[in-house]
Antibody
Framework: QVQLVQSGPEVKKPGASVKVSCTTS????????INWVRQAPGQGLEWMGW????????NYAQKLQARVTLTTDTSTSTAFLELRSLRSDDTAVYYC???????????WGQGTLVTVSS | SYVLTQPPSVPVAPGKTAIFTCGGD??????VHWYQQRPGQAPALVIS???DRPSGIPERFSGSNSGNTATLTISRVEAGDEADYYC???????????FGTGSKLTVL
């Protein structure tokens, strides 16, 4: 069965960077894109970006484009989200989700809580 | 930017029908997807492309989309349906996904 398993919670100071991983199994990694979505405490869902593991092509939300980098490692079927220059309002649960543009997200990771605090 | 508006709360008694709306400019021209997010869990796809049910989603869940409003309907509501529900579209103008503001289903 398709599974997306994310790395554990992180606590970072303002200005630092964080890298979250999403290890997939149960399907061919290069056949579908990976999206990243975040959810601040008590808030709604915010799409951050998409990456194709096959081509390496990316598509970033304009708001985050300057601070986010999506990458993949096809040898381990893992996708990565790096967010730089962290601020307190980056505190959120970060989800990876499988989906090819412009289709819906059919499988999601369990989420990774990133807390930004001094 | 493209905005999707949902009512914050949808209260319904058990066994009744819950109707969620998702408003957007000419949303009927776009494919709308719906996600269910139970407390403390990741979202899960319940309706894709306006009205398609993924495998494992009960027939009680249905969707439609026309004009400026997309709709998710849950028939014979159960306590286990309590969750937040989000609509989503692909905005081809910006090549970005957009999520609605979300609606909380409260089973009375």
């Amino acid at each position: 069965q398709v599974q997306l398993v994310q790395s554990g919670p992180e606590v970072k100071k303002p200005g630092a960077s964080v890298k979250v991983s999403c290890t997939t199994s149960g399907y061919s990694f290069t056949t579908s894109g990976i999206n990243w979505v975040r959810q601040a405490p008590g808030q709604g869902l915010e799409w951050m970006g998409w990456i194709s593991p096959y081509t390496g092509n990316t598509n970033y939300a304009q708001k985050l484009q300057a601070r986010v980098t999506l990458t993949t490692d096809t040898s381990t079927s893992t996708a990565f989200l790096e967010l730089r220059s962290l601020r307190s309002d980056d505190t959120a649960v970060y989800y990876c989700a499988r989906g090819e543009l412009p289709d819906p997200f059919d499988f999601w990771g369990q989420g990774t809580l990133v807390t930004v605090s001094s | 930017s493209y905005v999707l508006t949902q009512p914050p709360s949808v209260p319904v008694a058990p066994g009744k029908t819950a109707i969620f709306t998702c408003g957007g400019d000419n949303i009927g021209r776009r494919g709308v997807h719906w996600y269910q997010q139970r407390p403390g869990q990741a979202p899960a796809l319940v309706i894709s492309h306006d009205s398609d049910r993924p495998s494992g989603i009960p027939e009680r869940f249905s969707g439609s989309n026309s004009g400026n409003t997309a709709t998710l309907t849950i028939s014979r509501v159960e306590a286990g349906d309590e969750a937040d529900y989000y609509c989503q579209v692909w905005n081809s103008g910006t090549d970005h996904y957009v999520f609605g503001t979300g609606s909380k289903l409260t089973v009375l």
